[in-house]
């Protein structure tokens, strides 16, 4: 319900249509069915203030100690009483929700991504790791690498006819915004802000080729013929081979300046394209329909999934397949020679349900599309896209080998499966599978460090137009409460297993009202973004050390949920954190523990083995109280 300042405003406001920002360049759809679904969904709801002052006080309540929850607790009320700050900067942020198609969109892909100076390797894009198939040789590989080229072109057409089957969220239909964003899409660096360039089914440029990396030489390879009809597997192979054959010895590692610093990279960036041919090049690769990378012989060490992940989320380093990227590119395929496939996309158009959707689709294809032959067709020569360096470049080239060397060597990541159930046990409880995995990670960190932390769940909000993400927050009084009873051999376990439920429970409703939009995350950036826009000092709810705190996600985590046995990776957003994702099968349950090395606090192996342990005893708990 509008506030009483937010009503008197309306009167004068008028309905604008959302324009995308400059920042997002292309993205706009057609008219068509899709475009007509998009109209009817709703918009993101602005939350009741006084809620999300409830809620924000129950989230922090775990973290803080008596006093500090107390000075927390005196900010809120003054922030949320009547007449006062907060209820001003609600209304503002009510005027912008009327205004536009979306309060929230343009300001959190500025934030969250455009703005956010770190390099995308490990601090923005994540790595799909894909189930490895079987090369005994490098045309094996060329011919599988064929075959995902044409199957991921088969799911273009679904993209460009505007026929993608519409997601679902029980009977809500969800956005489909992110899916248009996928093909012919890349991150552009600037010396202070990014952009996002799509040349998507609305866009007057439509290309037809997709960018081919191999040794390090990039190529421009046409995937169409001259009637827009996709081109065969044995021709899409047939051009590979001409590829790998033309790029028969490495070339400098151009592409691994796009694992820079976004500031260092942005200037880079400016001084190649001062070159006819290097603007040439740029141009093509950002317009190219998706990058496919052909890496090279890979050393795998004892843990082979733990490697393969090092491989889709970074390259290996400088000495490995790093320089064989384009980590701007929105879709970046990777075919090792071992069998290793995968996917590293960049995260600011999309979030992970539309790339699984993707990945399902094509390993759909590769496991079952019969191999087609076509003869009619003489496709056009892979085009060589090459780079011209000078001193400046070749230095540049130099210092980001040595910064993505520290960050590989500074990554510790584990790759790991739970055999002994999957999601049918909690099922079996009737319990939520998500909210289940979510409270054991609570109890494995806090078996560890005895302590609770800021936890950050990511939940959907692609029930309304252009919806993102917002944080479910796992971390909870109850959650902290089950853990203090799952430690301790005074508390049976009858009152173990009502704590389990009950956190479990409390997670599942805090999940589901935050895809229903009524998250607080969001809305508190959204409150204090629209003070500084204002041109009022950033209120003292968001200079406090709660506030801080809170943020300080040293759990970071995501469910991407496939069909196959693939699992995403990622790196932890906070320095002394862990990235945590997973994909719980109906038999067992897969998750990737990222940490870094540097941190004396953090270890990715000692995670893992603690939520096993975890696991095991939530098992046992209910299995016990269930015999008595």
Not at 58 to 85: C, I, M, N, S, W
Not at 551 to 563: A, E, R
Request: aromatic share 8%; proline share 6%.
């Amino acid at each position: 319900m509008l506030s009483r300042t937010a009503r008197t405003m309306v009167k004068t406001a008028k309905q604008q249509p959302w324009k995308v920002p400059e920042f997002f360049r292309g993205a706009v759809l057609p008219p068509g069915r899709m475009l007509a679904h998009q109209a009817g969904l709703p918009r993101l709801p602005v939350p009741a203030l006084s809620q999300t002052m409830d809620k924000y006080l129950k989230a922090v309540r775990p973290l803080l100690d008596d006093e500090e929850f107390q000075h927390t607790k005196e900010l809120v009320e003054e922030f949320g009483k009547e007449g006062g700050l907060g209820a001003s900067l609600q209304a503002k942020l009510q005027m912008r929700a009327l205004e536009r198609q979306s309060w929230l969109a343009d300001w959190w892909l500025q934030t969250a991504y455009l703005d956010f100076r770190m390099p995308v390797v490990l601090h923005v894009s994540p790595g799909i790791v894909c189930p490895p198939q079987n090369f005994n040789s490098q045309d094996e590989q060329l011919k599988f690498a064929a075959k995902m080229v044409a199957g991921l072109l088969d799911y273009k057409v679904q993209i460009d006819n505007q026929s993608v089957p519409i997601d679902k969220l029980g009977k809500a239909l969800l956005c489909m915004d992110q899916y248009y964003k996928l093909f012919s899409a890349c991150r552009i660096p600037g010396e202070r802000r990014d952009q996002v360039v799509v040349y998507g089914p609305g866009s007057s440029i439509r290309p037809r080729h997709i960018i081919v990396a191999h040794n390090n030489k990039f190529f421009a390879l046409d995937v169409y013929d001259e009637n827009w009809k996709p081109l065969s597997q044995d021709l899409i192979h047939a051009q590979l081979q001409k590829v790998v054959y033309y790029s028969r010895y490495p070339s400098e590692p151009v592409g691994i300046l796009t694992s820079e610093n976004r500031n260092t990279w942005g200037k880079v960036y400016k001084l190649l394209r001062k070159d006819k041919i290097n603007k040439a090049s740029l141009d093509a690769i950002n317009k190219g329909i998706f990058m496919l990378c052909l890496d090279k012989e890979t050393s795998r060490g004892d843990d082979k999934k733990t490697s393969i992940a090092h491989q889709l989320l970074h390259g290996g380093g400088s000495e490995q397949n790093s320089g064989n990227r384009w980590f701007d590119k929105t879709l970046q395929f990777t075919v090792g020679t071992d069998g290793a496939i995968g996917l590293t996309y960049e995260h600011s158009p999309a979030e992970g349900p539309p790339i699984i959707s993707l990945l399902d689709h094509m390993m759909d294809y590769c496991s079952k599309a019969p191999e087609v032959k076509e003869t009619s067709v003489e496709p056009k020569e892979p085009e060589r896209l090459p780079f011209t360096t000078n001193d400046k470049i070749l230095e540049a080239i130099d210092n980001a080998k040595r910064n993505l060397d520290v960050q590989v060597k500074d990554l510790d990541l584990n790759a790991v499966t739970f055999h002994q159930y999957g999601k049918n046990f909690p099922k079996s409880q009737r319990m939520s599978p998500d909210s289940y995995i979510q409270i054991a990670l609570q109890l494995a960190y806090y078996k560890l460090y005895k302590v609770p932390c800021a936890t950050y769940e990511s939940g959907s909000t692609r029930m309304f137009h252009l919806g993102r993400t917002d944080t479910i927050r796992s971390c909870s009084v109850e959650s902290l409460e089950f853990c203090k009873a799952m430690e301790s051999s005074d508390v049976p376990p009858g009152e173990k297993v009502a704590l389990l439920k009950k956190a479990v429970e409390g997670h599942k409703k805090y999940a589901q009202e935050t895809v229903s939009g009524q998250g607080i995350d969001r809305h508190l950036l959204g409150l204090k973004l629209t003070a500084i826009e204002a041109g009022l000092n950033v209120p003292d709810l968001f200079m406090d050390s709660a506030y801080e705190q809170a943020l300080h996600f040293k759990l970071s985590t995501s469910q991407v949920p496939s069909k196959y046995d693939s699992f995403l990776c990622f790196g932890p957003v906070v320095p002394d954190g862990y990235g945590f994702c997973y994909n719980p099968r109906e038999e067992h349950l897969n998750f990737c523990i990222s940490a870094f090395n540097s941190s004396p606090e953090t270890d990715s192996k000692k995670l893992a083995n603690s939520l096993h342990q975890s696991l095991l005893d939530m098992q046992e708990v209910l299995s016990t109280q269930a015999k008595l």
